[in-house]
């Protein structure tokens, strides 16, 4: 089936969107779940040394070959040093294989194997994507069926069930199940996946209140997870709440200030209010910190620079956007005419 045939299946905008949105979780911040009990390897996936992490893993896999952990993790880094890469992340993919294979009863190489998976459905084309939605929740269910304490596989099961339509194996009531599972046990996977829950459902005071209600945390799972559903949530007040968007960027420009999330968030908040020297300033500084590279960053950047006239800075901006592998193309694109018209 080719890709374009599916503008005439039924709910065909459904199940792209979930797709997308599939794709997305493999690519925000997963490769600094918490997924390694060795400490060198899950100190160096959480700070996303991808670098090192691979040449640890290269060097511990020639002294024993039957290492999982190791084995996973040269998986991992190579498949989220650059995402964009072909070469490598099919290279990730034959060592999760090989370490599935080797290890059958180690949630770690289901887990490296499911999240490389996440990375390729990017770029297959819908219907290839479709057929392996069943593969990625089987991934997940076998990691966690492994270790049932996993937060990253039980997080990421649970948005499964929640992101894809009931004919690709989605269901609210086994997202619902997972979360009653570790509520006394684990509760704070309970409340985010909770969290997850009312953003689906579009309850989003429910939403707002389980998700301020989570402790702080230093996991790098946890945060990733929290970043990720304040901005959602944020992204849901810009249209009609602007204060309670800014509460919330600036709660993250407080609690996680070496990431983007939270500056560029409230970029986007003085650039709703006019304020574009403001928004200038808090995009500068969302630039130098941690996950600019999966924002669009510079894009907004070129646009305010744009506005104030600012041609040179503009056309620098966008050119940074437009070189940025990690950059959405639709975002890209846009950044491309924009610097056209600049000449």
Not at 117 to 128: D, E, H, S, V, W
Not at 192 to 212: G, P, Y
Not at 215 to 239: C, F, I
Request: proline letters at 3%; a positive charge; glycine letters at 6%.
């Amino acid at each position: 089936m080719k890709k374009t045939e599916f503008t005439s299946l039924p709910g065909h905008r459904r199940i792209a969107s979930a797709i997308a949105t599939l794709a997305l979780f493999s690519t925000l911040g997963t490769a600094q779940a918490a997924v390694f009990k060795d400490a060198q390897l899950e100190s160096l996936q959480d700070a996303g040394k991808l670098v090192e992490l691979e040449q640890v893993a290269q060097a511990r896999l020639k002294s024993n070959s039957a290492d999982a952990e190791s084995s996973a993790a040269l998986s991992l880094a190579l498949s989220f040093s650059d995402a964009g890469d072909g070469k490598r992340l099919d290279a990730g993919a034959k060592q999760a294989k090989l370490c599935v294979e080797q290890h059958p009863n180690m949630a770690v190489c289901h887990l490296a194997s499911a999240q490389n998976l996440g990375l390729q459905m990017i770029n297959m084309g819908m219907a290839k994507a479709m057929r392996n939605v069943g593969t990625l929740k089987e991934s997940w269910i076998r990691a966690l069926d492994l270790d049932p304490s996993s937060f990253t596989a039980r997080v990421q099961l649970a948005k499964l069930y929640l992101t894809v339509p009931g004919m690709m194996g989605g269901s609210v009531s086994k997202a619902k199940e997972l979360e009653a599972a570790v509520r006394s046990s684990q509760p704070e996977t309970a409340r985010i996946i909770r969290v997850h829950i009312a953003a689906e459902d579009k309850k989003w005071a429910v939403m707002e209140s389980e998700l301020l209600g989570i402790k702080p945390s230093k996991d790098g799972a946890m945060l990733e997870e929290v970043r990720e559903a304040t901005m959602q949530l944020a992204r849901v007040y810009l249209k009609d709440n602007l204060a309670k968007a800014k509460s919330l960027y600036e709660g993250l420009h407080r609690d996680q200030p070496s990431k983007a999330s939270g500056s560029y968030g409230l970029s986007r908040v003085y650039a709703a209010q006019g304020q574009t020297d403001e928004a200038i300033r808090y995009l500068e500084r969302a630039r130098t910190l941690g996950g600019a590279d999966e924002l669009p960053v510079d894009h907004r950047l070129g646009d305010a620079y744009l506005a104030k006239g600012d041609k040179v800075q503009a056309k620098a901006a966008y050119e940074r956007f437009i070189a940025n592998k990690r950059a959405n193309p639709a975002n890209v694109e846009e950044a491309r005419k924009s610097l056209a018209k600049l000449g």
